[in-house]
Nanobody, 122 residues
């Protein structure tokens, strides 16, 4: 079982970015994205059910991010708009199948990708 995140890079402030997370080995009930900025704790961004019919966003990211899935390719996406330097962080995808709850705590997620770095320049 593996989650592989990609799509990070250097982006100018005001731009947008779409991150990818490919799951191999199995499917999961819930997928999520977290991020960790330098010197800060890992924080929740968004979560989605496997079917994509339920989604949950951190208040700080509502209206500025979209979580989506392509079940045919077992790939999860996170698009972030209007990027700011404060969005600079390592972005992680995560998943669990313990139930259908869209948890916001990282401890509830069993499987993690390796992270992809997003750097936003001013």
């Amino acid at each position: 079982v593996q989650l592989q995140a990609s799509g990070g890079g250097l982006v100018q402030a005001g731009g947008s970015l779409r991150l990818h997370c490919v799951a191999s080995g199995r499917t999961f009930g819930v997928y999520a994205w977290f991020r960790q900025a330098p010197g800060k704790e890992r924080e929740f961004i968004a979560a989605s059910s496997w079917r994509g019919d339920r989604k949950n966003y951190a208040d700080s990211m509502k209206g500025r991010s979209t979580i989506s899935r392509d079940n045919r390719n077992n790939t999860m996406y996170l698009r972030i708009y209007s990027l700011k330097p404060d969005d600079t962080a390592v972005y992680y995808c995560a998943a669990h199948s313990r139930d259908n709850t869209l948890y916001t705590r990282q401890t509830e997620y069993t499987y993690w990708g390796q992270g992809t770095l997003v750097t936003v320049s001013s």
